[in-house]
């Protein structure tokens, strides 16, 4: 039986599946993950410093306009269409199959591609709010702002993103603990499972069958009932729903 087989038998014999997925869901919509070898390389290159301390709550606070300006160019790829993951897990989703998408990422493709019930761990880039009095604003107005975009109250309007040293929202990880610990399967793709805590959700899994879809090999393969080392679009293309 080949893995996509296998895959195909798992889906097909489960009625609580989430998806908790990483970058590597959305580099086949061309979105870079930035904290590849790649990306670390051309940030150092380019601004004298990692990508972590350029999206850290510290540097946005000292660094404001330097902050902004790196965010634009570098997380926010506004062009971006699903690909054929986020698609199937929509799919997945209508048929039923899928309780919850789980993300890693801020890119909002989940909801472009249909899904509706999608936990955004470290928030989104089309949600930004005012300081200083909470006044909401859409990607666009961030995108257009020359510099440091501001309310018309003055305030400072920030991206509801989870910057490196801010806590993910509580509550937000309290549903994804409650939503995994009460699937039947649990597949995670696209993330090598090093960035925590989102990472550690996967000790709250106690159903039957844990799914790893990554390219690369991580520190969780041993526990899974099925391990593919491809790219997740090309893999969840080849599902069919019943």
Same mark, same amino acid.
């Given at each position: 039986m080949t893995k996509i087989s296998e895959l195909q038998e798992i889906i097909d014999n489960s009625n609580n599946i989430v998806f908790f997925g990483g970058a590597g869901v959305s580099t086949e919509s061309g979105i870079p993950d930035? *904290?590849? /070898?790649?990306?670390?390389f051309k940030t150092l290159e380019e601004y004298g410093t990692s990508p972590e301390e350029l999206v850290s709550h510290s540097y946005y606070m000292e660094h404001t306009e330097e902050f902004f300006n790196y965010y634009k160019e570098n997380l926010v790829f506004k062009d971006a269409e699903p690909n054929p993951a986020h698609l199937k897990l929509a /799919?997945? $989703?209508? %048929?039923?199959?899928? &309780?919850?998408? @789980? #993300? +890693?990422?801020?890119?909002?493709?989940? +909801? &472009? %591609?249909g899904s509706r019930n999608v936990l955004e761990l470290h928030g989104s880039i089309h949600r930004n709010y =005012? +300081?200083? =009095?909470?006044?909401?604003y859409d990607l666009n107005y961030i995108l257009e702002s020359d510099g440091i975009p501001r309310c018309e109250c003055?305030?400072?309007i920030k991206p509801d993103v989870v910057l490196y /040293?801010?806590?993910?929202? *509580?509550?937000?990880?309290?549903?994804s603990?409650?939503?995994?610990?009460? %699937?039947?399967?649990? @597949?995670?793709?696209? #993330?090598?499972?090093?960035?925590y805590p989102a990472a550690g959700l996967i000790h709250n899994f106690i159903g039957? &069958?844990?799914?790893?879809?990554? &390219?690369? $090999? #991580?520190a969780y393969d041993s526990l899974a009932s099925l391990v593919i080392n491809e790219a997740?679009?090309? #893999?969840?293309?080849?599902i069919e729903i019943l």
């Open positions: 930035f *904290r590849s /070898e790649s990306g670390i /799919e997945l $989703e209508n %048929a039923g199959k899928l &309780k919850a998408v @789980i #993300t +890693q990422n801020i890119d909002g493709l989940h +909801q &472009k %591609a =005012c +300081q200083i =009095c909470g006044k909401g003055g305030g400072i /040293e801010e806590p993910l929202n *509580r509550n937000l990880l309290n549903d603990f409650n939503y995994i610990s009460k %699937a039947d399967t649990l @597949i995670i793709g696209g #993330t090598s499972l090093v960035v039957s &069958k844990l799914v790893l879809i990554n &390219k690369s $090999e #991580t997740i679009g090309e #893999t969840l293309e080849q």
